[in-house]
């Protein structure tokens, strides 16, 4: 499957975005679909994932109550809305894919889009 991640931007301190991540391939509703995100000097770090069908979600803790990750496999895309945010979410947010169940480890990950810049001024 081929991903490609759009949607980032620059944003002011407790403003909104939304991601949006389209797949390619019949078989999207296959995989296990994460969000994860990279700050300058910074490792890569889980944000969310989200199961084959969409039934159950998980946050790491620093984005709990602000973002919601969500799917639509009649459109092979999977989003990432945003909300409240923070100068400390500014970052590469990638979205990757995965056959089994959705994990918060990176390495689990078989399949990454190019990464697309949030930016958040304070």
């Known amino acids: 499957v081929q991903l490609q991640a759009y949607g980032g931007g620059l944003v002011q301190s407790g403003g909104s975005l939304r991601l949006s991540c389209a797949a390619s391939?019949?078989?999207?509703?296959?995989?296990?679909m994460g969000w994860f995100r990279q700050a300058p000097r910074k490792e890569r770090e889980f944000v969310a994932s989200i199961s084959w069908l969409g039934g159950t979600t998980n946050y790491a803790d620093s984005v709990k109550g602000r973002f919601t990750i969500s799917r639509d496999n009649a459109k092979n895309a999977v989003y990432l809305e945003m909300n409240t945010l923070k100068p400390e979410d500014t970052a590469v947010y990638y979205c990757?894919?995965?056959?089994?169940?959705?994990?918060?480890?990176?390495?689990?990950?078989?399949?990454w889009g190019q990464g697309t810049l949030v930016t958040v001024s304070s």
């Open positions: 990757a894919a995965r056959i089994g169940p959705r994990s918060s480890n990176y390495a689990n990950y078989d399949y």
């Open positions: 391939g019949r078989t999207f509703s296959s995989y296990a």
